[in-house]
Nanobody
Framework: QPQLAESGGGLVQPGQSLRLACTAPGRSLDYYFIGWFRQAPGKEREGVACISINGRMSDYADSVKGRFTIFRDYDRNTVYLQMNSLKPEDTAVYFC????????????????WGQGTQVTVSS
């Protein structure tokens, strides 16, 4: 099974951008639907975005539509989450995971997970 790893988190000010990366060293992500989740302190984990194997289909939570973009780089075996116009309410630990084919952000459940990366949006 793939061991996923996230990177790219950090502390930014409101309105700034971050790009998170999800990779699986030694294992191809080409055959997996990938989802990004986040969990803020005291809140339930929520699905943020997901992408199909061929990269042609994606889905986003309403709270991030128009600001976040999920995309794949097959040469780098990486799935990215580009986060623009960040808000304090985006502060959370972000996780990537493999999810079932055909998932949406409302239905996806992670199977193989990364360890998470902290994103903090604060002035």
């Amino acid at each position: 099974q793939p061991q996923l790893a996230e990177s790219g988190g950090g502390l930014v000010q409101p309105g700034q951008s971050l790009r998170l990366a999800c990779t699986a060293p030694g294992r191809s992500l080409d055959y997996y639907f990938i989802g990004w989740f986040r969990q803020a302190p005291g809140k339930e984990r929520e699905g943020v975005a997901c992408i199909s194997i061929n990269g042609r289909m994606s889905d986003y939570a309403d709270s991030v539509k128009g600001r976040f973009t999920i995309f794949r780089d097959y040469d780098r075996n990486t799935v990215y989450l580009q986060m623009n116009s960040l808000k304090p309410e985006d502060t959370a630990v972000y996780f990537c995971a493999t999810v079932d084919h055909g998932s949406t952000t409302a239905t996806m459940n992670g199977r193989y997970w990364g360890q998470g990366t902290q994103v903090t949006v604060s002035s």
